[in-house]
Every structure is written in C-alpha cells, then in structure tokens.
C-alpha cells in the first residue's frame, strides 16, 4: 500500500522521496511530464543563492544545510546511479558589489568564508579576461554547482536504486479530500490511494490547491539562459554581475543567466532576450564574443515571497503537506527542505 503520494517530480519531489523512503514510508510519485524537465532541467545549478546576504534566516539555514550534505549526496547519487552529476567547487565571484558589510556580516554568521578582493590587477589574477570594468569583488572559493540535467539523471537512477516508485505523463486532477482528510488523488481518471499526499509541484502548487483555503503565494517566473561552447579553462568560476551570471562547466561550456519575466506559464523565448543575454555575457567576459551560442532555452521557476519556500503540513486538510516555492535556489535548498518535510510527515 502506498503510505504518501508525492505530486510533482522535479528535483523537490525526488528529493523528498528519497527522504521519505529513508523513514520507511512506501511512496508513489506522480509526475505530469518527464521526471525533472520543469524548472528542475533548466536552471544553473549554483548552489548558492545569488547575493546570499539578501535573504531571509529561513533561506540561510536551508542553504547552510546544503553546503554541508551536497558534497556527499554528490557522492551517493553517483554511486546510485552511475551518473556524474558534475559536483564542481569552483568559486563565485560576486563583481563591484556595494553591499560589502552586509556580505562580510552573513559570512560571519553562517561560516562561510568570504574575502573583499580589491583592485583590477588582484580581480584579474583570479579570473583573467573579465573586463576591465569591474575593480573589486566578493570572493566565495567554497561555492559549488552542479550540472542540473545530469542532477536529474543522477537522482532519477537513484529513485530506481531504491526501488521508489515514479509514473510520467500523470495529471493530477484533483484532490482526493473525505471529511477534511486527504484519502489520495485523482489522475488520469483514476482514483490513487493514500492517506498522506505532499505537494512539490513547483511553478504548479497553487494551481493543485486552487479549490482550498491554504493556498501558498507560489507564481510561475520564466528564466530564459543562453550556452556558450566553449574549451575547458577558459572560465575559472562563477561569476556575478547583479542579476546576470556566468557559469564554467566541466566540458567548457559557459551558461549565462537569466531573466526574471512574470509572463504566466508561457515557457517561449524570444530573440530579444537571447541578444540581451549576449550583451551582458560579453560585458563581464568579453571573450564570449568569439563564441557560439549553442543553445537557448527557457523555465518556470516557482516564485514565492522573498523566496521563502513553503515547507508545512495544510492548514485545512488532514494529511496533506507542501514543499514549493524555492523560486531561483530550488538545487541549493533541495536538500534542506526534503529532510524538513520528511521530518514534518513522519512526526
């Protein structure tokens, strides 16, 4: 029997999954498309949130969490599945930030460690080629990423490893709701039982909750990025310029990052923006210019408020829990919140 039916299987969903079966509860996860090929596919995988020192406690605690487990769930998931997930600590260099203070007092806070590097000579030793714009920075050397479509693979091969199990292409049509107790969802025409249901459906969670009163403020944010093929070296680390950014990959490539576009659940890109991503990219690196675009693409982030997730059991119904909302740090806050929903169902 299936103890808890998880709706939504991009990373959050499998994460929680994994979680849950640890504690020895049987899951069903129910995917509307392919597993991880919402937001979960198309993001960075920076696992930092951008301008860290921005954000709220909660946010904090939840990445403090990840930047101690990633490197050994990087691990696990490899062993698991087979499959790199291209766990990298390159660095991140936050470029001309003015807010040096509130940097230095979260590092404190967090124990992260954060250096101010001053002048275009030192910001050019750690990262030649920027352009000669930028003068100072927030050096992060223990920021790592990870490559989201090998992520994906990597946690879906863990799902089989454990024998939890997934269906695609399986659209929850409603809630299942007896008495003001969950009793399982509705998919596919078809009634599947259980008495504990959570929903991770990213950009989707309201829309799932529509008919109850506890609906969380979740709301569709497409992202559009653009990849650069490139060779191996050629960037060092992340860079962040504001709100766009740049990320080496293991093989050379260079993604750049990304739009904030409220434009509901339309996932289009445009040439406009793909030009507008060139011009920033080359601004930071100018040696991008020479490259190709390989590729531009778009997706929906679950924006929340101040990007705090909702990590809880519903107010309203019995045994029916969230965990959505991570908006931009969906891979960085994975973790954390997975084990907190888990620890949540399982009392």
């Known amino acids: 029997m299936t103890d808890c039916i998880i709706i939504g299987g991009g990373l959050i969903g499998m994460l929680s999954a994994r979680e849950l079966k640890k504690s020895g509860l049987n899951v069903l996860l129910l995917e509307k498309g ?9 993001g960075g995988g920076i696992l930092s949130p951008l301008h860290p020192w921005r954000y709220s406690h909660e946010v904090s605690q939840l990445a403090s ?32 930030s003015e807010q040096q203070k509130e940097a230095l007092a979260w590092a404190r806070e967090w124990s992260m460690n954060l250096s101010i590097i001053e002048g275009g000579n030192k910001i050019q030793t750690l990262q030649p080629g920027l352009a000669a714009s930028f003068d100072n920075g927030l050096w992060m050397p223990d920021v790592a990423q990870m490559r989201n ?5 990597a946690a879906r091969g863990s799902l089989d490893t454990q024998n939890i199990e997934y269906k695609e292409h399986v659209q929850v049509e409603k809630l299942n709701v007896v008495n003001g107790k969950i009793k399982g969802v509705i998919a596919n025409g078809k009634t599947w039982q259980a008495d504990k249901v959570l929903v991770a459906g990213g950009a989707w969670s309201a829309e ?14 497409k992202g559009q990025m653009v990849v650069f093929k490139g060779q191996p070296g050629l960037l060092k680390c992340i860079l962040l310029a504001e709100n766009r950014y740049l990320i080496p990959r293991k093989d050379g490539r260079v993604l750049c990052g990304s739009t904030i576009e409220h434009s ?7 040439e406009e923006v793909k030009q507008d991503l060139l011009h920033s990219a080359t601004e930071i690196f100018p040696a991008l210019a020479q490259l190709q675009i390989e590729h531009h693409w778009a997706g929906l982030r679950p924006g929340s408020p101040q ?7 519903h107010s309203e119904i019995e045994g029916l829990y969230i965990n959505a909302g991570h908006y931009r740090n969906g891979v960085i806050l994975g973790l954390g919140s997975a084990r907190r929903i888990a620890e949540i169902i399982t009392q």
């Open 264 to 270: 509901g659940f339309d996932k289009s890109t445009s």
């Open 208 to 221: 799932i909750l529509k008919p109850y009163l506890q609906v969380p403020d979740i709301q569709p944010v």
């Open 307 to 313: 990007g705090v997730p909702t990590i809880a059991a």
């Open 34 to 42: 392919e597993l991880g090929k919402e937001s979960s596919w198309a």
């Open 65 to 96: 969490e990840g930047h101690r487990h990633y490197p050994q769930f990087a691990q696990e998931l490899y062993a698991e599945s087979g499959i790199d997930p291209e766990y990298i600590r390159c660095g991140m260099l936050v470029l001309n």
């Open 149 to 153: 479509p090998r992520l994906i693979k």
